[in-house]
């Protein structure tokens, strides 16, 4: 049995099957009762947990060894290598506060480069909160795109700005833009801090510093476009995510 399920009930019925259950943890610590179970499971069961990432996995207290990280994949097929991007930077994701867009707005306005938002407006008055703070920064909101159509934008982009303000499990965003051939500037803060390669498929920064977002933007040019193809093509193919998931169900069944 998998459970992809984020909730308290499948981790407390495990001990009532004979048949081995692998838990893959979708999402960090939220609450002190999911924490409680897992660390349960863990320990009575242990190797039946999965993560995405080891920042996702520290945000649970008392988890039992081992612990399998399985990470993420994409359709490569969907995305397509550029190596010849546009002036331009681009932000992918939720927009609520978690998310952290201000700091991206301000790094175009600092930059003055132009910077493409995709994604689904969630917060409303904090987007329009932020926005009315820079609306004469160079920046523009495509809304929420197909995937089609947000690689075909986000493929012609210098780079992705990542700007978390909570711990990400994982970051798909990341993948994607790697997928397309794009450096990914990340805070050092969940998920994206485990995939980027800093100095070689993107660049990390500390936490909640604008200015070391706009430092490293003035760095890209330093990185080979062509080896954040290659980190997505040897890490993040469903195949061979298909392999980890494999090993992972074969380890739990004994």
């Not at 909730?7 to 407390?12: E, G, I, V």
């Not at 081995?20 to 610590?29: E, K, Q, R, W, Y």
């Not at 660390?39 to 996702?56: N, Y």
């Not at 990185?223 to 298909?242: K, P």
Request: with cysteine; aromatic share 12%.
């Amino acid at each position: 049995i998998v459970n992809f399920a984020y909730d308290w009930l499948p981790f407390y019925l495990t001990p009532f099957f004979r048949i081995p259950i692998a838990h893959l943890v979708s999402m960090g610590s939220l609450s002190n009762a999911l924490d409680q179970i897992i660390a349960r499971v863990s320990q009575t069961f242990p190797g039946t947990l999965g993560f995405h990432t080891p920042s996702q996995a520290a945000t649970f207290p008392n988890i039992t060894p081992p612990i399998h990280y399985l990470s993420n994949g994409i359709d490569l097929s969907l995305y397509e290598f550029c190596d010849k991007p546009k002036q331009q930077l681009a932000w992918l994701g939720r927009i609520s506060p978690e998310k952290g867009l201000e700091d991206a707005l301000a790094v175009a306005k600092d930059t003055d480069i132009p910077l493409k938002i995709m994604g689904k407006i969630q917060d409303t008055l904090y987007w329009d909160s932020i926005y009315h703070k820079y609306e004469n920064a160079p920046i523009e909101y495509l809304g929420f795109l197909s995937t089609k159509e947000m690689q075909q934008v986000l493929r012609e982009c210098q780079a992705l700005i990542m700007t978390p303000h909570w711990v990400e499990a994982f970051g798909n965003v990341v993948i994607e833009a790697l997928a397309c051939g794009v450096p990914v500037i990340s805070y050092t803060r969940g998920g994206p801090a485990d995939i980027i390669k800093d100095g070689k498929t993107g660049f990390l920064v500390e936490p909640d510093s604008v200015a070391g977002l706009i430092a490293a933007v003035k760095q890209l040019d330093k990185i080979d476009r062509q080896s954040c193809r290659h980190q997505a093509e040897t890490e993040f193919s469903l195949e061979v995510l298909g392999d980890r998931f494999e090993k992972w169900f074969n380890s739990v069944r004994g």
